[in-house]
């Protein structure tokens, strides 16, 4: 069974950074595109951004543009945010997802990593 793991989160100050991974466990699986998606305490789950992996640039949601930066790597399967000037807002339970199957949505999701962003 695949499973993705994120890994990185940690509390960190207001403008502060952090990088986040998300990497399989288990059998190798082909991805499509692996995304990350954030859920604060009382609120829905959000998408943060997106990556394809045969290339492209990134998509980001609005609220991170600017800030937060995904990249990967191919050999290892491996997704990372760079994640800078870090706000209040940005603490939530981070969650990478992976397209393994093909069409829309994201058929493999990690357990989640804390990221708190305080002053």
């Known amino acids: 069974q695949v499973q993705l793991v994120e890994s990185g989160g940690r509390s960190v100050q207001t403008g502060g950074s952090l990088r986040l991974s998300c990497a399989p466990s288990?059998?190798?699986?082909?991805?499509?595109?692996m995304a990350w998606f954030r859920q604060a305490p009382g609120k829905e789950r959000e998408f943060v951004g997106a990556?394809?992996?045969?290339?492209?640039?990134?998509l980001y949601a609005d609220s991170v543009k600017g800030r937060f930066t995904i990249s990967r790597d191919n050999v290892r399967n491996t997704m990372y945010l760079q994640m800078t000037s870090l706000k209040a807002e940005d603490t939530a339970v981070y969650y990478c997802?992976?397209?393994?199957?093909?069409?829309?949505?994201?058929?493999?999701w990690g357990q989640g990593t804390q990221v708190t962003v305080s002053s």
């Open positions: 997802a992976a397209n393994s199957r093909g069409g829309s949505g994201y058929d493999l």
């Open positions: 990556i394809n992996w045969s290339g492209g640039t990134p």
């Open positions: 288990g059998r190798a699986f082909g991805t499509i595109s």
